[in-house]
């Protein structure tokens, strides 16, 4: 294999490829797939981000002393109480809606999260599941 000699007289592989050996008209139609596919995961993910937002999620406790409700972004939409949720200790009411509240705000987090997941392409998908164990 040929060699030329470096700036510095190091000798260095002539095995470069030149911007003259491109096809720039296969380049710039790789470059146009690229964006039109970004572009359209784009639109899908906005879409889905949109979709979830306007999702509502209910929690309650079992013995239907309370519950609430968010949306997709996650935002708390509505706590509703029975009434004899007011006799309970301060504590175990607090105890009851942090626990009520953790859980709505978390399940829309994760059915966000999923829709966007979903709505990416395969290859960012795979990255992803690959990289987090997803």
């Known amino acids: ?41 784009g639109d899908r993910v906005r879409a889905a981000v949109s979709a979830a937002h306007t999702t509502t999620f209910h929690v309650a406790d079992h013995d239907g002393l309370a519950e609430i409700t968010a949306d997709g972004r996650p935002r708390l939409t509505g706590v509703h109480l029975h009434r004899d949720a007011l006799h309970l200790h301060p504590d175990d009411l607090d105890h009851l809606l942090t626990t009520l509240l953790n859980e709505v705000l978390g399940e829309a987090r994760r059915a966000t999260g999923d829709a966007v997941f979903e709505a990416l392409p395969q290859q960012i998908r795979t990255e992803i599941t690959r990289v987090t164990d997803r």
């Open 1 to 41: 294999m040929p060699t030329v000699m470096g700036a510095r007289g190091a000798r260095q592989s002539n095995n470069v490829t030149r911007m003259s050996d491109f096809d720039v008209n296969e380049l710039v139609a790789r470059l146009q797939l690229v964006t039109d596919e970004m572009a359209g995961a």
